[in-house]
């Protein structure tokens, strides 16, 4: 019976926590829609702020940026790290994974050069960036993304990946 009462707060939780963060999610979008990019900034900071996991940080900024203009879209990446810069690398990673190469450089820039005004809060998180925009991707995510590791070539068909430490 103990088990049963663990799995049904469970479920419940995440029911209640689901509709939270499409609402918020619906009224950033509402708000991109009608170009108040203001608002939207506003609304993202305090949707982030009370998110709790990488996984819903990443579902909530890939919905925002999915519904952004392409010029909008590092502003409000910035406005999600600024509202919870614990789970900054889960956003920056959501928020570059897949985007082309030019988009990402652009967020990534922007990112820096914003949470570079306030450093303290984020320092682990400006280094971060700072090994992802000089193609150093840091050692716990080597190989994550293989269009920041240099030495991949995309399109090619060709991988050169440089040798793993003791493969000689």
Request: glycine residues 6%.
């Amino acid at each position: 019976m103990k088990h049963h009462f663990y799995k049904v707060f469970l479920a419940v939780t995440l029911a209640l926590a689901a509709p939270l963060a499409a609402q918020d999610a619906s009224a950033i979008r509402s708000a991109l829609a009608n170009q108040d990019y203001g608002r939207a900034i506003s609304l993202t900071k305090q949707a982030f702020a009370s998110v709790k996991s990488g996984g819903e940080a990443s579902n909530l900024i890939r919905s925002i940026v999915g519904a952004a203009p392409a010029e909008q879209i590092p502003a409000l990446v910035v406005a999600a790290v600024q509202g919870n810069p614990d789970l900054g690398p889960a956003i920056i990673n959501a928020a570059i994974s897949g985007a082309p190469k030019s988009e990402a450089s652009a967020i990534l820039t922007e990112a820096y050069f914003a949470l570079s005004q306030n450093p303290s809060p984020f320092a682990n998180l400006l280094t971060y960036i700072s090994d992802l925009l000089a193609g150093t991707v840091p050692i716990n995510e080597v190989l994550t993304m293989p269009w920041f590791n240099p030495a991949n070539t995309i399109g090619t068909g060709v991988t050169l990946s440089p040798p793993t430490p003791g493969s000689k």
